[in-house]
Antibody, heavy 120, light 107 residues
């Protein structure tokens, strides 16, 4: 059974940093691209970032480019999202998602999410 | 960036009725790159349809997807109580974007 378990969310002040983790199990982690998708409270879904299976290709939404860094450790079956220079508009539930299709064109499994709140 | 517009915003129907949800793209989307997700309150999204019309593993056959170019549709042939939820379409083109969602509520 595929499982994705996010952690690392919490309350952070504007301008601060946070690192999210996603522990994966139930599939060969090193064979799949992975992604982060976020959802502000009461709002819709927004794709944030994706990373290729080996970690050598990374992609970002314009809204987070230059502030967020996606990475992975295939030896630990773990995906990360380093978030710097956080803003109030980054407040959201952050989901880890397993990619499928050409170039991570869709997401077949999702974690339960971790809430990030950016507020003073 | 390709913008996806879903309609209607809310669909009020009774169990057993047919639901048709629309997803319109601002530019043509390859059918290979259009997917649909279901999200219930407090839960993560669940993949329903990929490649515009292929059902994901374990998805009942009352869910079907169709369309091409800029117009796509998710159809639920007969609504079951567990189908009342929010539905999102998503595309991959130069980037990945989601529609704003359609809420299917009990009438």
């Amino acid at each position: 059974e595929v499982q994705l378990l996010e952690s690392g969310g919490g309350l952070v002040q504007p301008g601060g940093s946070l690192r999210l983790s996603c522990a994966a199990s139930g599939f060969t982690f090193s064979s799949f691209a992975m992604s982060w998708v976020r959802q502000p409270p009461g709002k819709g879904l927004e794709w944030v970032s994706a990373i290729g299976s080996s970690g050598d290709s990374t992609y970002y939404a314009d809204s987070v480019k230059g502030r967020f860094t996606i990475s992975r450790d295939n030896s630990k079956n773990t995906l990360y999202l380093q978030m710097n220079s956080l803003r109030a508009e980054d407040t959201a539930v952050y989901y880890c998602a397993k990619c499928r299709g050409p170039s991570c064109s869709y997401f077949d499994y999702w974690g339960q999410g971790t809430l990030v709140t950016v507020s003073s | 960036e390709i913008v996806l517009t879903q309609s209607p915003g809310t669909l009020s129907l009774s169990p057993g009725e047919r639901a048709s949800l629309s997803c319109r793209a601002s530019q043509s989307v390859s059918s290979s790159y259009l997917s649909w997700y279901q999200q219930k309150p407090g839960q993560a999204p669940r993949l329903l349809i990929y490649g515009a019309s292929s059902r994901a593993s374990g998805i009942p056959d009352r869910f079907s997807g169709s369309g091409s170019g800029t117009d796509f549709t998710l159809t639920i042939s007969r609504l079951e109580p567990e189908d009342f939820a929010v539905y999102y379409c998503q595309q991959y083109g130069s980037s990945r974007t989601f529609g704003q969602g359609t809420k299917v509520e009990i009438k």
